[in-house]
C-alpha cells in the first residue's frame, strides 16, 4: 500500500517598494505591486488550481485528500486583494478533506533568532487557521521546511490552551546525507522521541524531495530523460514504494500549478488525471490521506537525527540561501536587535488609544520585514541556485535589495528612537 500525502505551501510576501535614504515615512510596502501579483498568481494558479481540487474531492467521493500551509501574509493578502480566493480555501476546509498546517503567522526565521516571536506567531498562524477555517493545526511545517534536532524538541514543547502538546508532528525535507540506507517512505522521530500531541512520540514526515522536484520543478523540462511525464507514469513511481515503506510525501509550493508549470505544460492535467491513476496502479490498495491521518495510522520506524539546520532550498539543504553572506546576516541581526524595545511598545499600557495604534502598526510592520523573501533576495549565489533566487526576486541585484531593505529598517528604528523619547516610556532599559 501506498499512502500519497500532499502538502502545499501557498505564500506570498508583502514586497517592499522602493525606499531611499532620503525618504521619511511609515509606508513601506507596494500595494500596487503585491495587489497585481496577488492577482496575477490567483488568476494562473489558485483559482484554477482550487477548482481541480474541489472537483477531485467531489469525483473521489471524498477519498482524494491533500493539506495546506498558508501563510498569514498570504491570507492577509487575500483578504485584500483577492477574498475570492480566500472564500475557495474555505470551500475545501468545508470538504473535510483538507488539513491545514501550522506555520509562523510572518512566514518568518524567528526560530534561529526569537523563540519569544517564534512561539508567538505560532500561536497568531493558528488563530488565523481556526477563524478562517475552523481547524486547529495538529502538523507543522517551520518557514521554508527549516529543521533540526532542536527545532523537533521545541516543537513538542508548544502546548495547548490544556496544557498538553499540540502537535503530533513536524514536515520537514528527507535528506540522504541524514537518511544514509534509510527512505522518506517511513515516519521517523526526533533522537529522543519527544512526546507529541495523543502521548505518541512526535512524527517526523519527510519530504519525498525527488517525486516531489519531477513536479515542480522538472516538469516542463523537455531536456529531461522523462519528459513528458504522464499521470500513470507518475503513478508508477509512486506505487514503487510498496514493499519499502508505506507514504510517499510530496510537498511542494502550491504555486507549481500554472504560475512555475504554465497552464500550456499540461500540469493542471496531469493533476487531474493523478488520483485515478494512483488507484488504478494498484487497485484497492493505494490512496491518499492528510498528514495528521498519516501519523495517526503509522508509527515511528526510528530516529531522524539532523544536527545541523536543514531546509528545501537549493543544492545545500541548509541556510545559505538567507545566511549565507554578510549582507543576509547584517538584516536579520538588524531586524532582530530592536524586537525587544518594539514588543515592550506593543503592550505599554501607559500609552494613549492613538500612541498604542502606532505601536501596533509598528510591530505589524516590523513583523513583515521579518518574513524570509526579504532575505532570500540578498543571495549572492550563482550558476542553478543563483537563477532560481533571480526568478523569485523583484530587484535588480542582491545588493538592491539589501540596501532598500535596510533603508526600510532605518526608518523603523527611527520611529522606534521616537517613542523612545516620551517619558512615558522605557525603551531599551
Same mark, same amino acid.
Given at each position: 500500500? !501506498?499512502?500519497?500525502?500532499?502538502?502545499?505551501?501557498?505564500?506570498?510576501?508583502?514586497? @517592499?517598494?522602493?525606499?531611499?535614504?532620503?525618504?521619511?515615512?511609515?509606508? $513601506?510596502?507596494? #500595494?500596487?505591486?503585491?495587489?497585481?501579483?496577488?492577482?496575477?498568481?490567483?488568476?494562473?494558479? $489558485?483559482?484554477? &488550481?482550487?477548482?481541480?481540487?474541489?472537483?477531485? @474531492?467531489?469525483?473521489? %467521493?471524498?477519498?482524494?485528500?491533500?493539506?495546506?500551509?498558508?501563510?498569514?501574509?498570504?491570507?492577509?493578502?487575500?483578504?485584500?486583494?483577492?477574498?475570492?480566493?480566500?472564500?475557495?480555501?474555505?470551500?475545501?476546509?468545508? #470538504?473535510?478533506?483538507?488539513?491545514?498546517?501550522?506555520?509562523?503567522?510572518?512566514?518568518?526565521?524567528?526560530?534561529?533568532?526569537?523563540?519569544?516571536?517564534?512561539?508567538?506567531?505560532?500561536?497568531?498562524?493558528?488563530?488565523?487557521?481556526?477563524?478562517?477555517? =475552523?481547524?486547529?493545526?495538529?502538523?507543522?511545517?517551520?518557514?521554508?521546511?527549516?529543521?533540526?534536532?532542536?527545532?523537533?524538541? !521545541?516543537?513538542?514543547?508548544?502546548?495547548?490552551?490544556?496544557?498538553?502538546? +499540540?502537535?503530533?508532528?513536524?514536515?520537514?525535507?528527507? /535528506?540522504?546525507?541524514?537518511?544514509?540506507?534509510?527512505?522518506?517512505?517511513?515516519? $521517523?522521530?526526533?533522537?529522543?522521541?519527544?512526546?507529541?500531541?495523543?502521548?505518541?512520540?512526535?512524527?517526523?514526515?519527510?519530504?519525498?524531495?525527488?517525486?516531489?522536484? %519531477?513536479?515542480?520543478? +522538472?516538469?516542463? =523540462?523537455?531536456?529531461?530523460?522523462?519528459?513528458?511525464?504522464?499521470?500513470?507514469?507518475?503513478?508508477? /513511481?509512486? =506505487?514503487?514504494?510498496?514493499?519499502?515503506?508505506?507514504?510517499?510525501?510530496?510537498?511542494?509550493?502550491?504555486?507549481?500549478?500554472?504560475?512555475?508549470? /504554465?497552464?500550456?505544460?499540461?500540469?493542471?492535467?496531469?493533476? +487531474?488525471?493523478?488520483?485515478?491513476?494512483?488507484? %488504478?496502479?494498484?487497485?484497492?490498495?493505494?490512496?491518499? @490521506?492528510?498528514?495528521?491521518?498519516?501519523?495517526?495510522?503509522?508509527?515511528?520506524?526510528?530516529?531522524?537525527?539532523?544536527?545541523?539546520?536543514?531546509? /528545501?532550498?537549493?543544492?545545500? +539543504?541548509?541556510?545559505?540561501?538567507?545566511?549565507?553572506?554578510?549582507?543576509?546576516?547584517?538584516?536579520?541581526?538588524?531586524?532582530?536587535?530592536?524586537?525587544?524595545?518594539?514588543?515592550?511598545?506593543?503592550?505599554?499600557?501607559?500609552?494613549?488609544?492613538?500612541?498604542?495604534?502606532?505601536?501596533?502598526?509598528?510591530?505589524? %510592520?516590523?513583523?513583515?520585514?521579518?518574513?524570509?523573501?526579504?532575505?532570500? $533576495?540578498?543571495?549572492?549565489?550563482?550558476? !542553478?541556485?543563483?537563477?532560481?533566487?533571480?526568478?523569485?526576486?523583484?530587484?535588480?541585484?542582491?545588493?538592491? !535589495?539589501?540596501?532598500?531593505? &535596510? =533603508?526600510?529598517?532605518?526608518?523603523?528604528?527611527?520611529?522606534?528612537?521616537?517613542?523612545?523619547?516620551?517619558?512615558?516610556?522605557?525603551?531599551?532599559?
Amino acid at each position: 500500500m !501506498a499512502s500519497v500525502v500532499f502538502y502545499f505551501q501557498v505564500h506570498q510576501p508583502f514586497r @517592499i517598494k522602493p525606499y531611499s535614504v532620503f525618504d521619511d515615512h511609515p509606508f $513601506y510596502f507596494d #500595494t500596487e505591486k503585491n495587489g497585481s501579483i496577488c492577482q496575477k498568481v490567483a488568476d494562473k494558479c $489558485y483559482r484554477p &488550481m482550487n477548482r481541480v481540487l474541489l472537483d477531485l @474531492i467531489k469525483e473521489n %467521493d471524498g477519498n482524494f485528500r491533500c493539506a495546506f500551509s498558508i501563510s498569514g501574509v498570504a491570507i492577509q493578502q487575500f483578504e485584500e486583494f483577492a477574498p475570492d480566493v480566500l472564500d475557495q480555501f474555505k470551500q475545501l476546509a468545508e #470538504t473535510g478533506c483538507v488539513e491545514f498546517l501550522a506555520e509562523t503567522s510572518h512566514h518568518s526565521l524567528s526560530f534561529l533568532y526569537s523563540r519569544k516571536e517564534f512561539e508567538q506567531q505560532v500561536d497568531a498562524h493558528t488563530k488565523l487557521m481556526q477563524e478562517h477555517f =475552523n481547524q486547529t493545526p495538529v502538523v507543522f511545517r517551520n518557514t521554508e521546511l527549516v529543521y533540526s534536532n532542536e527545532v523537533g524538541h !521545541a516543537v513538542s514543547k508548544i502546548m495547548d490552551a490544556d496544557g498538553n502538546p +499540540r502537535f503530533k508532528g513536524v514536515c520537514c525535507e528527507g /535528506w540522504d546525507h541524514y537518511l544514509g540506507f534509510r527512505k522518506p517512505s517511513y515516519i $521517523y522521530t526526533p533522537p529522543g522521541a519527544p512526546i507529541g500531541a495523543g502521548g505518541k512520540p512526535l512524527g517526523l514526515l519527510l519530504k519525498n524531495y525527488r517525486l516531489s522536484d %519531477d513536479v515542480a520543478f +522538472r516538469f516542463s =523540462n523537455r531536456g529531461w530523460t522523462e519528459w513528458p511525464l504522464s499521470a500513470e507514469k507518475f503513478a508508477g /513511481w509512486v =506505487n514503487n514504494v510498496n514493499g519499502d515503506g508505506f507514504l510517499v510525501n510530496l510537498f511542494m509550493d502550491y504555486e507549481t500549478f500554472g504560475e512555475h508549470q /504554465w497552464a500550456d505544460t499540461g500540469i493542471f492535467e496531469f493533476m +487531474r488525471a493523478l488520483p485515478k491513476a494512483v488507484y %488504478d496502479v494498484n487497485p484497492g490498495q493505494n490512496h491518499f @490521506i492528510t498528514p495528521s491521518m498519516a501519523l495517526d495510522e503509522f508509527t515511528p520506524v526510528g530516529e531522524y537525527d539532523v544536527p545541523h539546520y536543514l531546509s /528545501w532550498a537549493d543544492t545545500e +539543504r541548509d541556510l545559505s540561501a538567507w545566511l549565507g553572506n554578510a549582507m543576509q546576516a547584517n538584516a536579520l541581526h538588524e531586524t532582530y536587535r530592536i524586537e525587544d524595545n518594539i514588543r515592550k511598545l506593543a503592550v505599554d499600557t501607559s500609552l494613549s488609544a492613538e500612541e498604542q495604534k502606532t505601536a501596533g502598526y509598528l510591530l505589524e %510592520d516590523w513583523r513583515k520585514l521579518t518574513t524570509s523573501d526579504h532575505f532570500y $533576495y540578498m543571495c549572492t549565489k550563482y550558476w !542553478a541556485d543563483g537563477d532560481v533566487h533571480k526568478y523569485f526576486s523583484p530587484y535588480d541585484s542582491p545588493y538592491d !535589495a539589501y540596501i532598500n531593505f &535596510m =533603508n526600510v529598517l532605518d526608518n523603523v528604528q527611527a520611529r522606534l528612537a521616537e517613542f523612545g523619547k516620551k517619558e512615558t516610556l522605557k525603551v531599551g532599559s
